[in-house]
């Protein structure tokens, strides 16, 4: 069995929060090549979506390893140091702990791993994404595996008829669900529509019992119970042969959806698909980006990547994505382009309440509304 490990923080900004340096990327890289010369992974490159390091790795040791998870963590402190000899931005912004016990569980850097028997072709599609929070998969992968107008295949490929199981995640009271589609679709809508606390997790083929996709679903203000920047999430697509075919994983990026992120992760922006050399969010610390890796998994190993968006079919969607912000950015301070209070409570809301809870009094009577009786 092999496991595909994405591992990923924020370490440091090259400028500001717009991009990793140059150093940052060279010292992981050669931390990964030591780490595949001395057998702990079978593979591993390093990629960078805004000011985000993400690993992505292959190795025989299953999810949650100590041994790749205590890695990763080391490969971290290696590049906040290098994010610090360069007055970087932000330097170990993610790493919220100070020791590293058994896994990254409420570490900081977040992850996405998924085990599979690799098919004699393996195409997997890992996705990168800066200025936002795991919810922003949700969109995607609902088109991806549920709805026939983005997939054919789930009409016309007989081994993807059957469905496929979304498994969600709820963020706030730490539960999970299964849901089963086609038959429960409306009801996993309910949930999924709600981003910032539904979160799905892993999707399952139904007929060929495999797991297609898993997202990380770590949400760094409910670790560390205030604002400390964005969760920037990561998400691992498996292709083809009974699951959706590449262009099917990629045509939902082609509407760049709202998500929840940008400036100070408060914002609602639209979510622009971008190559790797435009992975630098700069305009109002947005749009949000996400870059898609495409390899062809075989042994084991990687291979080359392929940098699936730098394809001018995506242009269109870059310049919605150009139009809506600037509609959005209009709103200033306001809702729905700031987020809705419910979410900045989880952020930076639970600290103004705080400061201001003496100065609120109550209304005089007259100026009460009734309570309804129900
Ligand atoms: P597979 O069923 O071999 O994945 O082919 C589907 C396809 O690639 C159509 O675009
Ligand atoms: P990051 O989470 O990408 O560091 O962004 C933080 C931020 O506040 C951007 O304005
Ligand atoms: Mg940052
Ligand atoms: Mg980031």
Not at 160 to 179: A, P
Request: charged share 20%; aromatic share 8%; proline share 7%.
């Amino acid at each position: 069995m092999l496991t595909l490990s994405i591992i990923k923080a924020d370490t440091g900004g090259h400028v500001g929060h717009s991009a990793v340096h140059p150093a940052m990327l060279a010292t992981a890289s050669s931390r990964v090549s030591d780490a595949v010369d001395r057998g702990l992974l079978i593979d591993g490159t390093v990629a960078a979506c805004g000011d985000d390091v993400s690993l992505i790795m292959t190795h025989e040791r299953g999810a949650d390893a100590e041994e790749v998870h205590s890695f990763a963590w080391d490969v971290f402190q290696s590049t906040t140091r290098v994010a610090r000899q360069h007055g970087l931005y932000g330097a170990g912004q993610d790493l919220l702990s100070d020791a590293f016990s058994g896994n990254l569980r409420g570490m900081g850097p977040g992850y996405a791993e998924l085990e599979f028997t690799e098919r004699p072709s393996e195409p997997v599609i890992c996705f990168l994404a800066d200025k936002t929070e795991p919810g922003a998969w949700n969109l995607p992968l609902y088109k991806m595996f549920a709805d026939p107008f983005n997939t054919p295949g789930l009409v016309i490929d007989s081994k993807m008829h059957d469905g496929f199981r979304f498994e969600v995640y709820d963020l706030h009271e730490d539960k999970h669900i299964w849901f089963d589609c086609p038959t429960d679709l409306y009801e996993l809508l309910m949930y999924i529509g709600a981003p910032a606390r539904y979160v799905i997790h892993q999707v399952e083929s139904k007929s060929l019992a495999e797991v297609a996709a898993a997202t990380s679903t770590q949400r760094l203000s409910l670790i560390a119970g205030k604002y400390v920047g964005k969760d920037d999430p990561v998400m691992i697509v498996r292709a083809q042969s009974g699951l959706p075919a590449v262009g099917e994983v990629l045509e939902p990026f082609a509407f760049p959806y709202t998500v929840a992120g940008a400036m100070r992760g408060s914002h609602h922006a639209p979510f622009m698909p971008v190559s790797q050399h435009q992975a630098h969010p700069s305009r109002f610390d947005g749009p949000p980006r996400v870059v898609a890796l495409g390899f062809q998994v075989h042994e084991g190993r990687l291979g080359q990547p392929r940098d699936l968006f730098d394809d001018p079919s995506f242009d269109e969607a870059r310049r919605q994505a150009n139009v809506a912000m600037d509609y959005l950015r209009r709103h200033g301070p306001f809702e729905p382009h700031r987020l809705p209070l419910a979410d900045l409570e989880y952020t930076t809301m639970t600290q103004l309440e705080a400061r201001l809870a003496d100065r609120w009094e109550p209304l005089p009577t007259a100026d009460r509304q009734p309570v309804s009786a129900a």
